[in-house]
């Protein structure tokens, strides 16, 4: 069973992860947390804490040190640490008591839950996207694991505000190829443009974006998840991974919307017989049985159909607004405004790589659920 927890605040020391359950012997390649980690920092629109960062992570244990086994996983409990370089900045500050809610944060409701009305910060300092920088950096060691098994995480943007892409027809290593050399992460040339255009423009009106990422996984097996209980449908577990990044408040798996203004007829992916040199083939049959779409999003009955798993996670705009928003003082009770914290204008793109982390997380959990073994040597074999 993999599990992670994660700890720390956005102007704490440092982030801190401890990830429990990866098996044993799989050499683990930091250089390539770093690069995940990197990749969540870029994106056109982000605010300046990302030229403070410089995210690296350090390896604290569950590894071997020296000798024929560096860098292995050990089957034991992985601790990560990520310094806040802008901890410097904060440390020997004295800031007054934070007692007005901003609109559409966590202030509000988690002050009232946890007491803390009296100075809000101390909930905005955990509620804070920098916690995601962690679930990056833990989800890039599942990754490993699950790339050992040809599974492959990719993610581009299909819209910031009211800009939509035209997705080209291409195949998805290759869209996710485009979204990489794009820092809006879509791979219509055009539409980025557009996307950088009125980001532009919205920040002349002190304003924030939205927009939606759709992430895809390949390579995936049939039979990850389950139909028997509620909590084991794969979709269900997805849908909630996704969710819970900040500022996520729609999650649709395919073009789930857009199939439920249809026909029946016209949704559901028929089964056909093709040849065997078809790579999606799924059993020997005279003819392997495959589908020539998958309006399903790689997911039926809570479980993986051997397709292509694709989720679409809608992202409000930032709350943190440059422009005032009406609030209330909950110190004296007089109405007030927001008060302005440095923050991005649009993250979209940067969201999109917290996507690919996330469903990473829960493929990877599905797959030791499915293969079962305290090794990755255990795990292969049960293939």
Known sequence: MLRFLTAGESHGPCLIGILEGMPAGLLL??????????????????????????????????????????????????????????????????????????????????????????????????????????????????????????????????????????????????????????????????????????????????????????????????????????????????????????????????PAFENARKFGTEVHDEFVISPKEDPRGLLDLGGLITRPTNRAGGLEGGITNGQPIVLRAAMKPISTTLTPLHSVDLSTGEPTTAIYERSDICAVPAASIIGEAMMAWVLGEALVEKLDGDSLKEMTKSQ
Request: glycine share 12%; net charge neutral; charged share 25%.
């Open 29 to 254: 390649n930091q250089d390539e947390i770093n690069r995940q980690l990197a990749r969540r920092q870029a994106g056109f629109g982000r605010g300046g804490r990302m030229k403070i960062e410089n995210d690296r992570v350090e390896v604290l244990s569950g590894i071997g040190w020296n000798g024929p086994g560096r860098g292995i996983t050990t089957g034991g409990p992985i601790a990560l640490r990520i310094e806040n370089h802008d901890w410097a900045n904060w440390k020997d500050r004295e800031p007054p008591p934070f007692t007005v809610p901003r609109p559409g944060h966590a202030d509000f409701a988690g002050g009232v839950k946890y007491g803390l009305t009296h100075d809000l910060r101390l909930v905005l300092e955990r509620a804070s996207a920098r916690e995601t920088a962690m679930r990056v950096a833990i989800a890039t060691i599942v990754r490993q694991l699950l790339a050992e098994f040809g599974i492959q995480v990719g993610s581009y943007v299909l819209s910031i505000g009211q800009v939509e892409a035209t997705i080209p027809e291409l195949p998805y290593p290759e869209l996710f190829a485009r979204a990489e050399e794009s820092d809006m992460r879509c791979p219509d040339p055009d539409a980025a443009e557009a996307m950088r255009e009125h980001i532009r423009e919205t920040i002349k009106r002190r304003d924030t974006l939205g927009g939606v990422f759709e992430v895809v996984a390949i390579g995936v097996p049939v039979g990850l998840g389950s139909h028997v209980h509620w909590d084991r449908k794969l979709d269900g577990r997805l849908a909630q991974a996704l969710m819970s990044i900040p500022a996520i408040k729609g999650v649709e798996i395919g």
